[in-house]
């Protein structure tokens, strides 16, 4: 393969992360007060970066006061002659948080980088510098590019659990040496509270952190913040964050189970019903904890694409905000569908513009896998597919005007990933095997979860013609983490012969399955 080897990142990080570990553990996690500069600004839930490109990328900070964000940039962990950023002020305003955006940086190359935490008032006051790296996309084809993706964190209660060594799969995803990490949605599980212990089948218990924010359903804006600084608990997450970019998407459990627009709570668990105003503040707290380029502009969206080199363009859908509502999804006519009329066009156009290789819709919902959504006692459906085999209705009328568009622009190398229904699979939709057949073959691929509740296989909806030629899933529901069914999904695209590797793995980097596809064809 012509990827880059796991090259020296990793032994970097080590002496940097280690050196900085004991001055940015938060209190919850047991600082030590002693190292660290006394009245300084301290970062510490640690650093991540977000939406890198060939030349750019984003880096984010929360403080623990008010203090003005400062990026020193670097070819080598010795910051000799490093370059300097000015970044925000972080304030109340942010819950301490920022994002400084870092342009004109070399294409393919190790950047190292490290966030300092100045006074206002006084700028030769600062705290103890945070440290993490990344790779900028390359713009030489031969470099390949390799990625992974999962999602749903911290769902059905199982937080972060000491004794299970926390979110352990993030160390397992770090260990592959990934050039970024796409979250396919649910970071967060805002409607699920977390409790210190819960009982496990075999009599044992599983321990959680917790935290007062994470004590009920979230429906301040204190509270959603409090769910994302959560997740920082957990030493492996914060490690990976200082060494991997991320893709970031959102789904449902930012806000709550299977909601959208206009919908009016039944949950007798919230005092807040608008599910508008619950979306608002997720938001912002969304907005706040990830370093995300859309969503600073004037309409504030998380769909974009992120450009990757000649190789990789990657869709980020956003199938929550824009969608109709919940019902049996049975409807001959449905110009809202899923995405909305503004995202669809949107996704059509800067489909039919990408140049690059492979193009990877990373889906926060699966197409042909049938989720339900029976929270108020009526069979409504949550995602795309409603188990009608036959000709399109409801929102499948959206994905095959996509899928018919796709194929009369000839538009080579998609590829959908997605998680969502916590375990792993793989789809292959094939025109000789469904009802609607104006489509080329694709494939969709199914990780998941992170660190959560893991569930039996969906039903397949025989519409785009899906056969399920893997999958590995319990034959209970809501599995903990320490029952295993934790996976994540490996991209490797060969710089040489663009051969595009997909690898589902258990939590332990353990491959299940592996597929090869070949560049340049419409489909497969």
């Not at 450009?307 to 109709?324: A, Q, W």
Request: aromatic share 10%.
């Amino acid at each position: 393969m012509s990827h880059r080897p796991f090259p020296g990142r990793r032994s970097v990080l080590r002496g940097s992360l280690a050196a900085s570990a004991a001055l940015t553990l938060p209190p919850a996690l047991g600082a030590a007060p002693a190292l660290a500069l006394s009245g300084r600004p301290k970062a510490g839930w640690g650093v991540q970066t977000g939406d890198v490109t060939c030349d750019s990328g984003l880096v984010w900070v929360r403080s623990d006061r008010p203090a003005r964000m400062i990026v020193e940039t670097s070819a080598t962990e010795s910051f000799r002659n490093p370059r300097r950023w000015h970044g925000p002020l972080l304030g109340a305003g942010t819950d301490f948080t920022g994002t400084t955006r870092l342009r004109g940086l070399p294409s393919g190359e190790q950047i190292h980088y490290r966030v300092l935490l100045a006074d206002p008032d006084d700028p030769h006051r600062t705290g103890e510098p945070v440290t993490g790296t990344f790779r900028t996309a390359s713009d030489k084809r031969r470099d390949g590019v390799r990625f992974v993706w999962s999602g749903d964190l911290a769902g059905q209660g199982w937080g972060i659990n000491p004794e299970f060594g926390g979110y352990r799969i993030y160390d397992a995803m770090a260990k592959l040496d990934p050039d970024f990490f796409i979250c396919s949605g649910d970071n967060i599980y805002a409607d699920g509270p977390i409790t210190e212990t819960v009982a496990l089948p075999d009599g044992s218990t599983w321990r959680n952190i917790t935290t007062e924010e994470k004590s009920k359903v979230a429906e301040t804006l204190a509270e959603f913040r409090g769910n994302f600084r959560y997740n920082l608990l957990d030493e492996n997450l914060r490690a990976f964050n200082a060494q991997v970019p991320s893709i970031i998407q959102w789904d449902d459990h930012e806000v709550t189970n299977n909601w959208y627009p206009g919908e009016i709570l039944t949950d007798n668990r919230y005092t807040e019903k608008n599910v508008d105003v619950l979306a608002a503040r997720a938001r912002q707290a969304f907005s706040e904890y990830y370093p995300i380029s859309t969503l600073r502009r004037p309409d504030g969206r998380v769909y974009r694409v992120q450009h990757y080199g000649p190789l990789l363009d990657v869709f980020v859908l956003d199938m929550r905000t824009y969608r109709n509502a919940n019902s049996p999804d049975n409807q001959s006519t449905d110009p809202v569908g899923i995405l909305g009329s503004e995202q669809l066009e949107w996704l059509k156009r800067e489909l039919s513009r990408s140049r690059a290789v492979w193009k990877v819709i990373a889906s926060d919902m699966p197409l042909g896998l049938v989720v339900p959504d029976t929270g108020d006692g009526k069979p409504n459906i949550e995602a795309v597919a409603q188990g009608d085999p036959g000709a399109p209705l409801g929102r499948e009328l959206q994905i095959a005007e996509l899928l018919r568009f796709i194929k009369h622009r000839r538009i080579t190398g998609t590829v959908w990933l997605t998680a969502d229904v916590h375990y792993t699979s793989a789809q292959h939709y094939l025109p000789s095997r469904a009802a609607f057949t104006d489509f080329e073959p694709f494939w969709e691929f199914v990780s998941g979860p992170l660190n959560a509740g893991a569930f039996p296989a969906n039903t397949l909806d025989n519409t785009f013609g899906p056969d399920r030629v893997f999958l590995k899933a319990p034959t209970t529901a809501n599995v903990s983490p320490a029952g295993g069914y934790q996976f994540f999904g490996e991209v490797d695209i060969d710089g040489h012969s663009g051969e595009l590797t997909v690898r589902l793995r258990e939590s332990d980097g353990t491959v299940l399955f592996t597929h090869v596809l070949q560049p340049g064809r419409v489909g497969q």
